[in-house]
């Protein structure tokens, strides 16, 4: 008898696929493909906020100490070449839950407090929680959401059991005030009121989470809000009121808030990690530390050229830091590409959990780089964020950007981030036939990107 549960309601609202399959007598995934119980791996994903790719210790940083990530990087595989798939939040976030490009559902800008508290990213979409809910895993997210404002956008109507923490951009740290001045803290759908520094309650909740899912599979988002402004540290006062959002408010030292903003985390993420050590179940427990894009100019990307917003590696190459015990071999780096939308297929594959037939994901399974020190295939990914665009096959990189503010014509750009990581050096002019294939590439890309064509045909 297996404990793969088909969950009628969820499987009807999601798609007209999905409730053709439940009338016909079946799951999407069989009882025979579900794993046993016991071989089902706890999932933890802990994503920073605009931490760039040289804001932690193991990434290169003089300033910022974060032990508790370096001690992941230490026991586990670094990435040197992991990305988001937007230099920003909410397009970011919407490809890692649904594992394919956020243009596919039609979250491709920052989904804002002020403009868009009607938007959301459409509930027909399929979700790793989604997934890994049908096939036995209770499922939790704590932080922050950005996907939909409205309770009906919320992560429990996107397959999440739990969640606890904030739907806009960023709150104040203290007060949890948004930056147009309404309070964003919740329960689930319900907007309630919970004292305490956004970062520290987000690990409360986390290691709460654990220890009451030590005994059954677990997978455990947690969206940290660090260091995304408002530059506040966990002894400061609140500077946000309601109707009175100071919306860039903080600290004036905001480096050295800043430092103690990541800081926090690391030690919050220290926590959960302890609480799954303390458990016993670190043999059994995955855990993937990544940034949902790059540092502001507050922060640092290291060698990379940009800044958050911006389609030049320091928008959207990141730290990212993966570790299991006993699967994962310790004190090793890959230079494979990852992106954010890869984990969805990984979840999936170390899960055991079926991805329901007719999805189609655009990221890949990275088990081959995490378990077996080994390669994947060859692939070209892009990047698209308001006239910005970017195509990426090996080493070499296309990049299209308005040539100025008047003149709207896109100048192509090629890189070899093999010998020119800080994308100094155009090649375009050198190596033609490169630039013709990616700019050819890109243009097939945005030609069945745009949400809702692929379901058309
Ligand atoms: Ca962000």
């Not at 994503?47 to 790719?53: F, I, K, T, V």
């Not at 309650?201 to 059954?216: A, C, M, P, Q, Y």
């Not at 003149?407 to 070899?416: G, T, V």
Request: aromatic letters at 10%; one cysteine or more.
């Amino acid at each position: 008898m297996s404990s793969f549960n088909c969950n009628r309601r969820d499987f009807l609202k999601r798609s007209g696929l999905c409730a053709a399959a439940v009338l016909a007598g079946g799951c999407v995934g069989t009882a025979q493909q579900a794993p046993k119980r016991v071989d089902r791996p706890n999932i933890i994903i802990i994503l920073a906020d605009d931490l760039g790719y040289g804001d932690i210790s193991c990434y290169g940083s003089k300033i910022i100490n974060t032990p508790n990530i370096d001690a992941l990087a230490e026991g586990g595989l670094k990435f040197t070449d992991f990305h988001s798939n937007c230099p920003v939040c909410s397009p970011t976030r919407a490809a890692f839950l649904t594992g394919r490009y956020q243009q596919r559902c039609g979250v491709e800008g920052v989904v804002t407090a002020k403009g868009h508290r009607d938007k959301g990213m459409p509930l027909k979409e399929t979700t790793f929680a989604e997934v890994l809910k049908e096939a036995g895993y209770r499922t939790a997210m704590f932080g922050k959401w950005h996907v939909g404002y409205q309770a009906r956008f919320n992560p429990v109507k996107q397959g999440f059991d739990e969640f606890r923490g904030y739907v806009s951009g960023n709150v104040d740290y203290i007060s949890h005030i948004d930056q147009v001045g309404y309070k964003d803290w919740w329960k689930n759908a319900d907007e309630i009121d919970e004292e305490g520094y956004t970062t520290d309650l987000i690990t409360k909740h986390g290691v709460d989470f654990i220890e009451r899912n030590k005994s059954n599979p677990f997978c455990l988002y947690l969206a940290h809000e660090a260091p995304h402004y408002p530059y506040q540290g966990r002894d400061d006062k609140p500077v946000r009121t309601p109707g009175d959002p100071r919306a860039f408010g903080g600290r004036k030292d905001k480096a050295v808030a800043y430092k103690e903003m990541v800081e926090i985390m690391d030690e919050g993420i220290g926590r959960v990690v302890e609480t799954v050590k303390r458990l016993g179940l670190e043999r059994k427990t995955f855990i993937f530390f990544f940034s949902d894009n790059g540092a502001t100019r507050l922060g640092s990307n290291g060698p990379l050229r940009g800044f958050k917003g911006g389609i030049f590696e320091g928008g959207h190459r990141i730290p990212a830091v993966a570790y299991w015990p006993g699967r994962i071999k310790p004190r090793t780096t890959t230079d494979q590409t990852g992106i954010g939308m890869d984990l969805f297929a990984t979840m999936a594959s170390v899960a055991g959990a079926p991805i329901p037939k007719g999805l189609k994901l655009d990221g890949v399974d990275l088990s081959p780089v995490l378990f077996e020190r080994g390669k994947l295939p060859e692939r070209t990914l892009f990047w698209r964020y308001k006239n910005q665009k970017c195509v990426r096959r090996g080493p070499w990189k296309l990049v299209v950007v308005p040539s100025n503010k008047k003149n709207a014509a896109a100048a192509a750009s090629l890189f070899n981030l093999d010998d020119d990581l800080g994308e100094a050096n155009d090649m375009a002019s050198v190596k033609p036939e490169i630039r013709k294939e990616l700019a050819q590439a890109l243009a097939e890309w945005e030609s069945y990107s745009t949400a809702g064509v692929e379901r058309q045909s």
